[in-house]
């Protein structure tokens, strides 16, 4: 039996269901499951001294886009929203391949965990019309190889210009193409124990991409093979626009229409939404994966957040493509989201200690799992271990609980730990030989913008 004891934090901050602190804490993962959170030290196969450090649940990323690691600060689009912003960028990401896909993976996946993120979500949706096939197998390699949980989705786009849709007509498949391979992912990497460490989502990209005949039966596929489902929802009011126009409907009356409710389902951004819409998805259990950074950066619009946790909506954190962020650091998106609100909503903001809730233990949820996002007996030893014993943090550390979103970190992670073991030591990637990923993937990325 793997066993790992961590010793002696200054602070553990549980984010269990009795919300506790402890201070001078030790944790003991025995099997990649934690078997003790308590005052004493508990004897292991390998220590980790935490004298000095913050322990959090490892952070959960409900939404992203990994590939779009190699088109940030792109200097062409940086005054665009997301109409105008995604048609110019479709006509550099029709030039991806594995390559691209494997590398954007790796770096992106990295700085996620380098910055506390344990489970990674990607939606990946654009697939040239040759050499895409092997996409996302391309993910979970990357994935594994890092040594994070990584939750794939199988994006698609069959919407193209001549149908009235957003992207080219030479990026988009056909419904029997995508549902084959939608059902060949799952098959091949869908893993629905506790504790796993693979699973496969099924994810049209939005209602502007994709036809109504695709979300129907991706819906009814999604259920028989008993997996969720996710896309882009009410993120623009030109989204919204093109919904009452084209498909008669707003945008969530439409993806009700095609089954598309449901504690199986979550969408992401979810900022226009009126108040029945936010009744509906409480009591539906319809989930949201909030991405402030991008939201900001895209001009979309603020997600009503104080009012979904007061509803009941479930909210999960999310950095969102790394286009739209620039990056991809779930860790800071936790402070951005903590004065976006602040702004916006003054005394009805969450706190910061909210938002690290909403990171872990209410991404798990929208990811539809129990098992991670907390540190207590029997789930999954999954945390990170912020070094605060420095100059920089002196009179900053009276709430650790609140720590990440009121004051914020900006450094990489001392250790991060998935399953019980230690893939980010002294902020560097154990899994990978960094500086020889670094070179091949900027190599990839340069031949990858000489294409475009
Ligand atoms: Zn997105």
Redesign the pocket.
Known sequence: MASLSIRNARAIVTVDDADRVLTNGNLLIEDGVITYVGPEEQPADRVLDARGCFIYPGLVNT???LYQTFTRNLPQVQKMELFPWLVTLYEIWRGLDEDCIYYSSLTGMGELLRYGCTTCMD?HYVFPKTGSEGFIDRQFQAAAELGVRFHATRGSMSRGKSDGGLPPDDLVQSVDVILEDSRRLVERYHNPEPFSMAQVSLAPCSPFSVTTDLLKESAVLARQLGVRLHT?LCETKDEERFCLEVLGKRPLEYMADCGWLGSDVWY??GIHFNDDELRLLAETKTGVAH?PV?NMKLASGVCRIPDMLKLGVPVGLAV??SA?NDCSNLLAEIRAAYLLHRLTYSTDAPTGYELLKMATRGSAAVLGRDDIGQLAVGKAGDLFLLDVDSIDQVGALLDPGCFLGTVGYARPCKAVVVGGRVVVEDGRLMGIDEPTVREQAQRCMEQFLERA
Do not use: R
């Open positions: 939404h992203h886009h939606h882009h992401a951004h991405c991008s969102d493509g739209s």
